[in-house]
């Protein structure tokens, strides 16, 4: 283990970086169903 972060070392901020973009990818992956509903109401709404 320590040689592979010995190897990674250099490469801290992509890896960060990688991190926190996964995670704004799986926020918004949840948040998608929820925005999509929200959509089919609105346009519920404006129908009747």
């Excluded at 010995?6 to 991190?19: M, N, S």
């Excluded at 990818?25 to 949840?30: D, N």
């Amino acid at each position: 283990m320590r040689k592979l972060i010995t190897y990674l070392k250099p490469y801290t901020l992509i890896i960060a970086l990688a991190l926190f973009m996964m995670a704004i990818e799986l926020t918004v992956e949840l948040a998608q169903p929820l925005l999509i509903a929200r959509m089919i109401d609105e346009d519920r709404r404006w129908r009747t």
